[in-house]
């Protein structure tokens, strides 16, 4: 009984949320499970210079991914894309630094990856959402 009634309430949440939504849940895991894999990492496994402590950085991700965590079922949820385009935007520039200047042979791929995501996240959040069957244009 408490199993269907969930599902009902998933689907509502579900079709709430619309495909944006959905996609802004994807971010916050990616941006909550980076953030905190960054936060933990170890000191010896710290093999370059990020301007800026690694915990810091993994607040900075946990903080973007809560963001876009609230606004999953929001209306105007410009702000939780706009931070996520730009942080990643950000870490595909630090790894362009540390691929350059800090001499990380396979620096680049984390620049393609992360420049990726940012224009993966640009390009969903200039789209619409869909209209639903029987909804008025």
Known sequence: MWLARARGVG???ARRSGRRGAF????AVLDLTYG???YV???PARAFDLFLPWEAWGGIWMAVGVLCLTQILARRD???FTAAAMLKGGWAVLFADVWIFQHSARGWTAVVVWAAFAGAVLIVSGWPEPLRLGEAP
């Open 36 to 38: 905190y894999s960054l």
């Open 11 to 13: 689907r509502r949440a």
């Open 41 to 43: 990492t170890a000191a």
């Open 24 to 27: 802004l849940a994807f971010l």
């Open 78 to 80: 410009r702000v939780a």
